[in-house]
């Protein structure tokens, strides 16, 4: 679920809607996170429809560290990638604003974190050399963007939450751990889908 103070808005032909925020969303603030009206898919399921569905699929879905395809409901599917991510994901199924982000401003993901199956080139953007996002990403960055986490993550408390209720049991024992003592017990890294074929099927860079 998308923080509730965003909405949908277009932008051009080319990269078509995005989500924006119509609030002030402080740094340390969940921006999205994991709850049951997502859809939770079998990899195999993209096998079981026809080719149009599973085009969408594909577009708009994630995959977690299953290699489960991961299809959220809301806007959450329309967050745009960017190396300059204002939102970073987490090991514990959401994401959060690793800078302010003002009313306005697009709220944007690396999808880098995403286990993308396939390599993509990118819109340039100043200040990196980065061009395209790779589907071993989680392995090449996970300590910059855990970093940036945990960076944020220390105004947890200090910020309005109301995607809160969503982070899981299991995960709140980790997530107050890292609000107060700045220590993140699992990196985003674990996150990563493991493919055992992955190195044949990668470009040579």
């Not at 340039?124 to 061009?131: A, C, V």
């Not at 990196?187 to 860079?205: A, W």
Request: charge should be negative.
């Amino acid at each position: 679920m998308m923080h509730p103070h965003t909405e949908l808005r277009y932008i051009n032909d080319q990269i078509g809607f995005g989500v924006f925020a119509t609030k002030f969303i402080p740094k340390g603030t969940i921006t999205w996170a994991m709850d049951d009206l997502d859809h939770i898919l079998d990899a195999d399921y993209l096998h079981k429809i026809d080719e149009y569905r599973g085009e969408i699929l594909k577009k708009y879905a994630y995959r977690n560290q299953e290699g489960k395809y991961i299809l959220c409901w809301d806007l959450g599917r329309y967050v745009n990638h960017s190396f300059h991510a204002n939102c970073m994901g987490t090991a514990y199924e959401f994401e959060v604003a690793i800078r302010d982000i003002h009313p306005g401003e697009q709220l944007t993901d690396d999808y880098g974190t995403l286990n993308i199956d396939e390599p993509f080139d990118c819109f340039p953007e100043d200040g990196t050399d980065r061009i395209r996002v790779y589907p071993d990403d989680l392995l090449r960055f996970h300590e910059e963007w855990d970093a940036k986490v945990i960076d944020s993550l220390r105004y947890f408390y200090e910020v309005e939450q109301p995607l809160y209720p969503l982070i899981r049991p299991e995960f709140l024992k980790k997530v107050n751990i890292a609000a107060t003592k700045q220590v993140l017990m699992d990196s985003i890294k674990s996150i990563f889908y493991d493919r055992t074929d992955l190195k044949s099927r990668m470009p040579r860079r």
